[in-house]
Structures are given as C-alpha cells and as structure tokens.
Nanobody, 122 residues
Framework: QLRLVESGGGSVQALGPLRLSCAVSGFTLTFACMGWFRQAPGKEREGVVNIRSGTPQGYADSVKGRFSASRDNAKNTLYLQINSLKPEDTATYYC????????????????WGQGTQVTVSS
C-alpha cells in the first residue's frame, strides 16, 4: 500500500523550531520526486519545497533560509526542519509524491499525505 504519513505538527510560539516527518511506504524516496506543501485557512495550497530523487531542488520564497528538507534512507522518511517560525507559517502541512518537475504545482501531485497541523502563536 502506497502511503505517506505526516507527523510532528503542533502548537508552538513564534521563533521556535519544529521538525515534521513524512513516513513513506510503497516506494523508495531515493528515486522519488516529492514535495512539501501547506495550506493556511482561506488560502490556496502552496508548495514549500520541491524534491527530486530525494534531494531538495528549491524552496518557496516565503520559507527560504528557514525551512530545510532532508531524508533518512534507512527509515524511508522525509523531514522538514522549520526554524524561526512565524505566525504566517500556521497551516496544515502535507507531504506529497509528485511528478518530476522543476516546480511546486499541486497539480503535479499524485499522492497526498493526510497532513499535520502547525499553529504558531505570537
């Protein structure tokens, strides 16, 4: 069964860190194109980072310098390290398998995780 299961979200204060996890089953991250996305209330779902063959390719302007994607091959798990959280980072964060492109379009996603909620207070 192909599955993507996010975890690590929660309620935190601004400027704090979080690490989100995406445990993957059914395929190997090393050869996959992936993305982290997020959706704030009343907003469109937006791409956070594009990942090709397990390697981050580019970050959204709103998160550059603060967010960092990585993986653990042994655990077949993708991570999103979030530093210096801002209230505007409040959103549901999704891990996703996607077509291999240079962009972050949600239209290219083939499989979504269930999402994990991140709430940042100021």
């Amino acid at each position: 069964q192909l599955r993507l299961v996010e975890s690590g979200g929660g309620s935190v204060q601004a400027l704090g860190p979080l690490r989100l996890s995406c445990a993957v089953s059914g395929f190997t991250l090393t050869f996959a194109c992936m993305g982290w996305f997020r959706q704030a209330p009343g907003k469109e779902r937006e791409g956070v980072v594009n990942i090709r063959s397990g390697t981050p390719q580019g970050y959204a302007d709103s998160v550059k310098g603060r967010f960092s994607a990585s993986r653990d091959n042994a655990k077949n798990t993708l991570y999103l390290q979030i530093n210096s959280l801002k209230p505007e980072d409040t959103a549901t964060y999704y891990c996703a398998r996607k077509r291999c492109t240079s962009g972050l379009s949600a239209a290219d996603v083939t499989d979504w995780g269930q999402g994990t909620q991140v709430t940042v207070s100021s």
